[in-house]
C-alpha cells in the first residue's frame, strides 16, 4: 500500500504528503480511501465553494466510461492515457477489455501516489496488456520516446488519446496546445482523441472559486471556455454530438446524477478522430 510511501514492488516513492495534489482531491470526491488530511482539507474548501464537485467528478468518470467502451467497440485496441488518476474500478482497462479482451493500455500520471497504487492498473486481461509510466504531459516526447509505450503500443497503427480532467491543470494556453498537437503529430491517421474538460461557462462564480482553491493550494488550475477546448481537436473530426456539457456526450440512463445540471458538472467532453 502507498501510505507509507511504499510502491507495489517495494520501492520508496516520495507522496508529498504534506501538501494537497489534485489526484487524492478527486480520489475524495469519488469516495476513494487514497486520501490525506491536506488533500481533505482542500477538497473541502473546493466544496464549500463548489459543492457539486463530488457529482462533477462522478459525471466525468462516466463519460471516460462511455467514451471508451463507444471506442473499443468500433475496435480500437491500443490506449494511451494520461492523467489517469488514482486506480478507481472500473478504470479504463476493464472498460476497453471488457468490449475488446486484446485491448492494450498504457496509462502515465504525474502524481508518484498514482505510481504507489499502479499494481491496480495491471491486472489486465490475458489476451490484452497494461502498463504504466510515470510521465508527464508537459514532455510528451518522454512519453511518446518511452520503452513503456512502445512496449504496449504500436503508434503505426490507431490509437486512443485519453487526456480526461487533466488539461485544466496545464494553466498555460500554449504550453497546453503545444504538449496536445505534439501527441496528436505521432500519431496515425484514424487515431481518436477523448478529452473532458472544466469550464467556467455554465456556474462562471463557482468555477472561478474552486480554481482559486486549487491554486492557493499549489495546483494551479485553468478552467476553459468551448471555444478553447476545441481548439485542441483542431484538424480532427468530431464524433457526433461534438463538443458539449460532459453529462450531455451520448448519455446513458445509469448515468451519475440523472437529473444534473451543466453548472453541476462544469465541463465539455468530445471525442474526434484524426483524418
Ligand atoms: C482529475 S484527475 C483525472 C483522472 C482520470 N483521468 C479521470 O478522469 O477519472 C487528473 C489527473 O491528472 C494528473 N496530472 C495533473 N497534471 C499532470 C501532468 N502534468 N502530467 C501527467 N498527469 C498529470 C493528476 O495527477 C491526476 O491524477
Do not use: C
Not at 511504499?6 to 508529498?16: A, K, P, S, Y
Not at 465553494?49 to 471516460?64: G, K, Q
Amino acid at each position: 500500500m502507498a501510505t507509507d510511501g511504499e510502491r507495489d514492488d517495494g520501492v520508496q516513492v516520495d507522496l508529498q504528503l504534506h501538501r494537497a495534489h489534485s489526484a487524492r482531491m478527486y480520489d475524495y470526491y469519488l469516495g476513494g480511501t487514497t486520501n490525506f488530511a491536506p488533500d481533505r482539507e482542500a477538497a473541502g474548501q473546493a466544496l464549500a465553494v463548489f459543492p457539486w464537485a463530488a457529482l462533477a467528478a462522478r459525471i466525468n468518470r462516466a463519460f471516460m466510461h462511455r467514451s471508451i467502451r463507444l471506442l473499443a467497440g468500433r475496435g480500437f485496441g491500443q490506449f494511451l492515457d494520461i492523467g489517469t488518476g488514482i486506480p478507481t474500478s472500473p478504470n479504463l482497462h476493464e472498460i476497453a477489455q471488457g468490449v475488446n479482451p486484446g485491448a492494450r493500455v498504457l496509462y502515465t500520471d504525474n502524481d508518484p501516489i498514482v505510481l504507489a497504487h499502479a499494481q491496480a492498473l495491471l491486472h489486465s486481461d490475458p489476451a490484452g496488456r497494461t502498463a504504466y509510466l510515470e510521465g508527464d504531459v508537459l514532455d510528451p516526447k518522454a512519453v511518446l520516446e518511452s520503452d513503456e509505450l512502445h512496449d504496449i503500443l504500436d503508434l503505426a497503427r490507431p490509437v486512443v488519446l485519453s487526456l480526461v480532467a487533466l488539461l485544466h491543470f496545464v494553466p498555460d494556453d500554449r504550453e497546453a496546445r503545444s504538449v496536445v498537437e505534439q501527441l496528436k503529430a505521432a500519431l496515425a491517421p484514424g487515431s481518436a482523441l477523448v478529452i473532458s474538460h472544466g469550464t467556467p461557462e455554465f456556474a462562471p462564480a463557482e468555477a472561478e472559486r474552486v480554481a482559486r482553491i486549487y491554486g492557493a493550494n499549489g495546483t494551479p488550475v485553468r478552467m476553459r471556455t468551448r471555444e478553447e477546448i476545441a481548439r485542441f481537436f483542431d484538424g480532427w473530426e468530431f464524433l457526433p454530438p461534438g463538443l458539449v456539457a460532459t453529462r450531455r456526450w451520448r448519455p446513458e440512463p445509469t448515468d451519475p446524477g440523472p437529473g444534473a445540471t451543466d453548472a453541476e458538472a462544469s465541463a465539455y467532453a468530445g471525442v474526434a478522430v484524426k483524418p
